[in-house]
């Protein structure tokens, strides 16, 4: 009964790790045990010491946020508060759990006569009330400033790492000899990094704020992980070193216009907002199809020849190039928009409606609430930026 059992597990497990799947005709997963010495070759069970290292980042980012983002936060006058709480009242708060927490303008006018208030009175309190359970600016200002750090660092390391990297400055170098390039301490530590990063996210996604996007979020952080994985079991670790630093150079200002967007530093956060947007375009529809595109389609056809892994890499870039097109469009509208309108349009994850509670309190005596008064950082964010192969 034993060898019966073991039977369809050998064949699932040969048939995950086909060599005719994973590496170039005439090379087995033998020829890639490596010397034995130093760090050899990319191997799958290199990937389970990201588990550990995931939770280590997960309890410094707690560390990092409680020591240094929130006393950050709190010096740049960000307060350690809620939004403006709603006033108290029965049948308002009946039809906002029970009904609706959007009233139409039917519902508005039956209500304004019901409890002698007017229109933009009641608008006010839904609004407040909305608000009420969202998570405070602190909350938000902290895991941006936790990502912005992190994306910062690991870019300044990548650059540092690639410069002294003959790959950086002959990208066909990524397939000379390939499969048979030797994993350095340095690319070891830069792909793991990464990797147990996005670990961590998957970890803080359920602590996190959370987002209208969960899910995709979610299902995006999957795909990275599966691509980097993929990527480094095939050593084809070369290219991802690039793909990484290039998605990595806009990450960091994303989250920049996000920290001074929660500190109402608003020329600021247009500012880093349209560099960001600069830098996205040209990385990602000008270096990426015609650097990295063209070394992964065309230079390693030339030299190495396609296989199975190869076919499945080069149609997941090319997807991503498709979603670059298309973030591309909503972060030029977006800018255009900061230009013409002086400040970035509101974000549409955010969680709170209202960059300015205390504009509301005023605005609430005065004219309806008008939800284009809020500031904030675009909805291209997302780890958008912080994703590699695939983003949000």
Partial sequence: MATAAQGPLSLLWGWLWSERFWLPQNVSWADLEGPADGYGYPRGRHILSVFPLAAGIFFVRLLFERFIAKPCALHIGIEDSGPYQAQPNAILEKVFVSITKYPDKKRLEGLSKQLDWNVQKIQCWFRHRRNQDKPPTLTKF???????????????????????SPWFWDIRQCWHNYPFQPLSSG???????????????????????????????????????????????????????????LHDVSDFLLEAAKLANYAKYQRLCDTLFVIFSAVFMVTRLGIYPFWILNTTLFESWEIIGPYASWW???????????????????????????????????????????????????????????????????????HMGGSYWAEE
Avoid at 204 to 225: A, E, G, P, Y
Wanted: glycine fraction near 4%; charge should be neutral; aromatic fraction near 16%.
């Fill in 142 to 164: 902290c895991e941006s400033m936790w990502r912005f750090t992190f994306y910062l660092c690991i870019f300044c390391y990548g650059i540092r790492f690639l410069w002294s």
């Fill in 187 to 245: 690319l070891y530590y830069y792909y793991i990094m990464e990797l147990a990063f996005y670990w961590s996210l998957m970890f803080s996604q359920f602590t996190d704020i959370k987002r209208k996007d969960f899910l995709i979020m979610f299902v995006h952080h999957l795909v990275t992980i599966g691509l980097i994985s993929f990527s480094y079991i095939n050593n084809m670790v070369r290219a991802g070193t690039l793909i990484m630093c």
């Fill in 312 to 382: 499945l890499l080069n149609g997941l870039l090319l997807t991503l190039q498709v979603l670059h097109v298309i973030w591309s469009y909503l972060i030029a509208r977006i800018a255009l928009k900061a230009l013409i309108r002086g400040k970035v349009s509101k974000d549409d994850r955010s969680d709170v409606e209202s960059s300015s509670e205390e504009e509301d309190v005023t605005t609430c005596t005065k004219s309806p609430c008008d939800s284009s008064s809020s500031n904030g950082a675009n909805r291209v964010n997302g």
